[in-house]
């Protein structure tokens, strides 16, 4: 029971504690959505996409949660705009603008004499390192997200299955597409204090692909995958705590542990070994 609760003795820790399981429970719910339109890269791109936006916060001494933001959906509705208007297909213009950006961010940080661990923090994950601001914009952040969720619930679960039909039934499909972009940019940088930027498509994609291995009602998908991220962000949070090692590491490491045995447990490979078996003592006899 102390190994639980000895870390909470220190403010620091309740912070991060609490910053954790936002993070945890915001990356798997938009997760669930990035596997179902199949949009881990682009997660994947806005996350080292969003280092310019920091180093550009960085330089003019702004917030960096909000410079990131600022920055972040700009890229991402810059990659809708190229998808849908100039028809570039999605994989090149994220393979675009994520290169464009990333080296934009190189050439920033690089030029400068000395950065604070802050930035720092952003690249690798600091979770420890969470401030009572910090805390604020992350919490705030999850709860408005979850609550457009919440509130158009229907209309992104139509869009994520068929966005051609959702078109086709009325709903603003390029609305929907442009506000789910701007979800995983604000997500992504959410996401980034805790794992860093290098490591923040592990929250976003694995504890959503663990679920799947189990279910494939949505519900029950996106319960599995809170479930999932909550298990990885905190167990991953400890072992960061007791084994002094990097927390974004710690956690998306966890995360991967949890899928290998959601892989290995599926009941869907448990059945297909079964069957297996049967055919072949079938073909035996």
């Given amino acids: 029971m102390h190994l639980l609760t000895d870390p909470l003795q220190y403010a620091f820790m309740q912070r991060a504690l609490i910053g954790t399981i936002a993070v945890a429970v915001l990356t798997a719910v938009v997760g669930t959505f990035v596997i179902l339109r199949r949009l881990a890269f682009i997660g994947e791109g806005l996350a080292h996409g969003s280092l310019a936006g920091l180093a550009i916060g960085y330089l003019l001494d702004w917030n960096l949660y909000i410079a990131g933001n600022i920055y972040t959906i700009g890229l991402a509705l810059l990659i809708g705009v190229l998808h849908e208007k100039a028809k570039v297909s999605l994989d090149t213009a994220i393979g675009i603008l994520f290169s464009t950006s990333m080296a934009l ?40 997200i979850l609550f457009i969720l919440t509130i158009f619930y229907k209309e992104f679960v139509y869009y994520a299955f068929d966005p051609e039909m959702a078109e086709v039934a009325g709903l603003p499909r390029a609305r929907l597409h442009y506000a789910m972009l701007a979800m995983i940019a604000v997500t992504v940088v959410v996401a980034s204090q805790t794992v860093g930027i290098i490591l923040v ?7 959503a692909a663990s679920a799947f291995q189990w279910t494939h009602s949505l519900k029950k998908l996106v319960l599995l995958s809170v479930c999932f991220g909550l298990i990885s962000a905190i167990l991953g949070l400890y072992l960061s705590y007791y084994l002094n090692v990097a927390s974004g590491a710690s956690i998306a490491l966890t995360a991967a542990a949890i899928f290998l045995l959601s892989f290995l447990c599926s009941p869907k490979r448990v059945s297909l070994r079964r069957s297996f078996g049967r055919v072949k003592t079938s073909e035996k006899g």
Avoid at 115 to 142: A, E, K, Q, R
Wanted: proline fraction near 2%.
């Fill in 105 to 144: 961010g190189v050439a920033l940080i690089s030029s400068l004499k000395f950065y604070s661990t802050n930035l720092t923090g952003y690249l690798f994950g600091s979770v420890l390192s969470i401030g009572s601001f910090d805390l604020v914009i992350i919490v705030s952040s999850t709860c408005v």
């Fill in 201 to 207: 498509t592990a929250l976003l994609t694995i504890p």
